[in-house]
């Protein structure tokens, strides 16, 4: 089959993948690297404030970059005229939010506030390059964005490594700050707008948009880190570093499958397009069957591999209880490669994003409910058993909503034409 691919179309994705790929790495090599230097102890403890420090970014955040996008996309009818006002707009109320939730954090928390100044800017700039990264991907400058994160990626491992190795903690907190600093500087200086003011209208049009956006942000929130909110308040400290140095091996070995979906996504649409969903639905179930087979495997290798890469590079983690941590997640990854490939290329893409972000709140808040009564019950054990149970439903309910209606709008197309 040949498809009329657009040209543009691949070359903007291709260097969107470019920014995603470098986005990724940055905050794994801080955590890889720190992980390293510092003990258990010290590195759970940073693990734990940033953890905390996400939860000020979610609100501050709070769908403002895929607002943004929309918004500057649709402006582009008045030739962007507005754009200056969004970005202004949206930004004020961004920085509104994160200077109470910054203030909100340090009353309600032990941290010095000489932690809280040093992570301060890292908590203003964030919200800020999210929606300018909005902004540069409304405007389809895709390419600028992604060779801005290519080049400031590349810099910032080569300082952040220093950071980290002469300051340690404060070296993690500082490295994070600049890296926010050089993207917003670099977005700033090749921003496609000029600063305009602050308009009523657009903030509420965006805004709102954005607070209907940012409820799957608390839904992945509580699906994923909020494990790490309940080790801590009981006590479970070198758990807090087992489990996020093993949940960020499974994120470099899962991210070729992420790669490889968007990549598919494109194909998806596609095929779509031109053999319409009844072939969508005959290669989802053939790929479901074998992205299953391929994840029992992986799963083994991965079990082996991390066990292997944790006893030479980083023994002081190497604890029969951390074998047990990684086996009970290694059962997950037969249905996380299903549920990141057959997200990220097929259900998102297609437009059924809604059964996604449904699920995942149902699932986030019943794991919650499971973390708290478990951990009381069980000890740090339960959390791990509990992420296993609920990401597997949460991903089998996914595809089983998906079949049922992908299957039924396949039947309805079939009766119309017919």
Same mark, same amino acid.
């Given at each position: ?7 543009e179309?691949l070359?903007?994705? #291709?260097?969107?993948i470019?920014?995603f ?21 010290a590195?759970?403890? *940073? ?12 609100f ?5 970059? +895929?607002?943004a996008? &929309?918004?500057?996309?649709e402006? +582009? ?12 707009? %949206?930004?004020l #109320?961004a ?27 890292y908590?203003?700039?964030n ?8 902004i540069?991907?409304?405007?389809? &400058? ?8 290519l ?8 300082? #952040? ?7 340690? %903690?404060?070296?993690?907190?500082i ?21 305009k ?6 903030a ?10 940012? @409820?799957? +942000?608390?839904a ?20 807090i ?7 960020? *091996? ?9 790669? %490889?979906?968007?990549?598919?996504? @494109?194909?998806?649409?596609?095929l779509?397009?031109?053999?319409g ?6 290669l989802?179930? &053939? ?11 992986f ?15 980083y ?5 029969q209880?951390f ?5 009970i997640?290694?059962?997950i ?15 998102t ?19 919650? @409910?499971l ?11 339960a ?15 996914q595809q089983?909503?998906?079949f ?11 009766i119309?034409?017919q």
């Amino acid at each position: 089959m040949h498809f009329n691919w657009d040209r543009e179309f691949l070359f903007n994705y #291709f260097w969107r993948i470019v920014q995603f790929v470098c986005k990724s790495i940055v905050p794994l090599f801080i955590n890889f690297y720190s992980a390293k230097v510092l003990l258990p102890q010290a590195y759970s403890e *940073i693990v734990v404030y940033l953890t905390y420090l996400s939860i000020v970014n979610l609100f501050s955040n709070f769908g403002l970059s +895929s607002s943004a996008l &929309r918004y500057t996309a649709e402006d +582009s009818v008045n030739g962007n005229a507005n754009v200056g006002h969004i970005f202004s707009s %949206v930004s004020l #109320f961004a920085l509104f939010v994160s200077i109470v939730g910054t203030f909100l954090f340090y009353g309600l928390t032990n941290y010095s506030i000489e932690i809280i100044v040093i992570s301060f800017v890292y908590v203003l700039l964030n919200p800020l390059v999210s929606i300018l990264d909005g902004i540069f991907l409304g405007l389809k &400058r895709i390419k600028v964005v992604g060779v801005i994160s290519l080049v400031v990626s590349i810099f910032s491992i080569l300082i #952040f490594y220093y950071l980290i190795k002469e300051f340690k %903690v404060i070296g993690v907190l500082i490295s994070y700050s600049v890296y926010y600093t050089f993207i917003f500087v670099f977005y700033l200086y090749f921003r496609p707008f000029k600063f305009k003011g602050f308009s009523i209208a657009i903030a509420k049009n965006v805004i709102g948009y954005a607070l209907v956006v940012g @409820v799957g +942000s608390i839904a992945f929130f509580l699906y994923t880190r909020v494990d790490i909110l309940f080790l801590d308040f009981f006590g479970y400290d070198v758990e807090i570093s087992q489990y996020e140095l093993i949940t960020r *091996i499974f994120e470099v070995c899962i991210m070729p499958i992420v790669l %490889v979906a968007q990549v598919a996504s @494109v194909y998806f649409i596609k095929l779509k397009q031109n053999r319409g969903l009844e072939y969508v639905y005959f290669l989802y179930r &053939r790929l479901l069957v074998g992205l299953l087979l391929v994840g029992i495997l992986f799963s083994f290798l991965l079990y082996y591999g991390a066990t292997f890469f944790i006893t030479y590079f980083y023994p002081e983690y190497s604890t029969q209880q951390f074998d047990l941590i990684l086996l009970i997640l290694s059962l997950i990854i037969p249905l996380k490669l299903v549920g990141v490939f057959m997200t990220t290329a097929i259900i998102t893409p297609l437009g059924f994003a809604k059964i996604i972000s449904l699920t995942t709140l149902f699932f986030g808040i019943l794991n919650v @409910v499971l973390d708290y009564l478990g951990i009381q019950v069980f000890g740090f054990i339960a959390v791990f058993w509990v992420t296993l149970l609920v990401h597997s439903l949460n991903i089998v309910l996914q595809q089983v909503l998906f079949f049922i209606k992908i299957r039924n709008v396949k039947d309805d197309f079939k009766i119309i034409t017919q």
